[in-house]
């Protein structure tokens, strides 16, 4: 049965870093586009960042180029995302999606449950 799992989230100062996890089960991560979401209170979801299976990355978010980087480890079936110099703006439930396909989607099938990303001024 195909399921990502997210973790890393937490509470940090503005300025920090945090490293989110995505952890896959019942697929390879190697062979799929991967992507990272995000939705603040009151607000839409957001693309953050995608991963394809040639390991070629997009940035979704202009803010978050430079400070935000995706990346995978196949051998542990997992996607980071790598979050520098975070601000109060960044705060917001983090999610990882799948298509199983080569593009990511907000609307992938297969959804992460979220952990929550808290950035502190």
């Known amino acids: 049965q195909v399921q990502l799992v997210e973790s890393g989230g937490g509470l940090v100062q503005a300025g920090g870093s945090l490293r989110l996890t995505c952890t896959a089960s019942?697929?390879?991560?190697?062979?799929?586009?991967i992507g990272w979401f995000r939705q603040a209170p009151g607000k839409e979801r957001e693309g953050v960042a995608c991963?394809?299976?040639?390991?070629?990355?997009?940035s979704y978010t202009d803010s978050d180029k430079g400070r935000f980087t995706i990346s995978r480890d196949n051998a542990k079936n997992t996607v980071y995302l790598q979050m520098n110099s975070l601000r109060p703006e960044d705060t917001a439930v983090y999610c990882c999606?799948?298509?199983?396909?080569?593009?990511?989607?907000?609307?992938?099938?297969?959804w992460g449950q979220g952990t929550q990303v808290t950035v502190s001024s």
């Open positions: 019942g697929f390879t991560v190697a062979y799929y586009a």
């Open positions: 991963i394809n299976r040639r390991d070629s990355t997009t």
């Open positions: 999606a799948t298509d199983l396909g080569s593009r990511c989607s907000d609307r992938s099938d297969y």
